[in-house]
């Protein structure tokens, strides 16, 4: 059975830096592309940071220069490097791993439970 384990949230000062970790377990997950969610109270999800199975990466306008969204293919693990974040980053941020389940040879999507990061002012 496949799980996301979504780690590296917490409470931080505005200015500091958080590292985001999404790695899926299991042995019948490939992981080539994800997604990297927030939401924060009282607000629709939204779509932060997306790596693509070609490694080409977008962000949101609000995060730009400030994210940046990488994989380890042979950790089948996705981390998102947060710095000079602001308290407008609060948020719980969710990670959605896309790739192929290898004993089908199907494509595969997972959802992180996410993780909260605060960030104080």
């Known amino acids: 059975q496949v799980q996301l384990a979504e780690s590296g949230g917490g409470l931080v000062q505005a200015g500091g830096s958080l590292r985001l970790s999404c790695a899926a377990s299991?042995?019948?997950?490939?992981?080539?592309?994800a997604d990297w969610y927030r939401q924060a109270p009282g607000k629709q999800r939204e779509l932060v940071a997306v790596?693509?199975?070609?490694?080409?990466?977008t962000y949101v306008d609000s995060v730009k220069g400030r994210f940046t969204v990488s994989r380890d293919s042979a950790k089948n693990t996705i981390y998102l490097q947060m710095n000079s974040l602001k308290p407008e980053d609060t948020a719980v941020y969710y990670c959605?791993?896309?790739?192929?389940?290898?004993?089908?040879?199907?494509?595969?999507?997972?959802w992180g439970q996410g993780t909260q990061v605060t960030v104080s002012s």
């Open positions: 959605n791993a896309k790739g192929v389940n290898t004993a089908t040879m199907r494509p595969a999507i997972y």
């Open positions: 299991g042995s019948t997950f490939s992981m080539n592309a």
């Open positions: 790596i693509r199975r070609d490694g080409t990466t």
